[in-house]
């Protein structure tokens, strides 16, 4: 049997060795294959950025999404997060899941270096957990403190620095919903579609066939949609992170993949045109 001949007879158990070991390179180090943006997901960064973001504006970032969307979704609020940061917004967060307090600490983690110049109560608060829906969406929009009227921590919403003044929807500047839902809808309805609150979606990719619809209705200024949108994100903001490295291991296990199929018909191929002594 010749050389090219014996390609088509390689155990499967000598790609699965090489495909474990190429996919530990984007964990290691993002490799950053090329990406296009797609409109939407330029028009939300452009949304959080530049003169779309005045110093002290407030911002509500909602944790609709629990730990097993995080490969999804937190890469895009990551990225998110430090614009309005930079940008020097202060920021709300909250989340309707209870799982919504390991979320926050990942973010202090994946955003690490900007809360660091940040001031809890000051610049950005954790009013952490709530639930019922559209409902309450709808009520914080008329009174945010009857909804929490302390913070995650315990203290009295009055006595936080940062939410003097900051009673109801006509306060806040913009919201960014992050969601395995459709909690992007209920701010829609509540917030965006009454009073013209600027909104954005980050969504599991599941998400994209309703959020796209409305970012080109206007109703969303921007939208994310899963791990791709965060690795968008990623390179416009020029700090590669987990999204990136996710749709590097998906390249590479298809450039692989492809590779696996191209040896395997060589050897084939050569067989049938009389390779075989």
Known sequence: MSALSKLADIDRRVF???????????????????????????DLYDGITGDQVDEGEVWIINFGYGVSAWSECHPAVTVCTKALFREGAKIIFIGP??????TYNKLQDTCREDFATKEYGVDYVFLGYFTG?????????????????????????????????V????????????????????????????????LAEVGIAMNGSTDLPRWQAGNFFGV???SRGGA???LLIGELGEATTAMDSISVSHLLLVLAIIIGNLGTITEKLGGKE
């Not at 899941?97 to 390991?102: A, F």
């Open 133 to 165: 829906g559209e409902s309450v969406v709808a009520q914080l929009a008329s009174d945010i403190a009857s909804v929490f009227p302390q913070d995650h921590f315990g203290t009295p919403i009055g006595d936080i620095p940062m939410m003097d003044g």
């Open 232 to 234: 968008e994100l990623e």
């Open 224 to 226: 994310s949609v899963g």
């Open 16 to 42: 699965y060795w090489i495909l474990f070991i190429a996919l530990m390179v984007p964990f290691l180090n993002p490799i950053g294959f090329p990406i296009t943006i797609a409109p939407n997901t330029q």
């Open 97 to 102: 899941h209870y799982d919504v307090e390991l």
């Open 167 to 198: 009673e109801d929807v006509h306060d806040i500047d913009g919201v960014l919903s992050s969601d395995t839902g459709d909690y992007g809808g209920h701010f829609m309805t509540q917030w965006q579609g009454p009073y013209g609150t600027k």
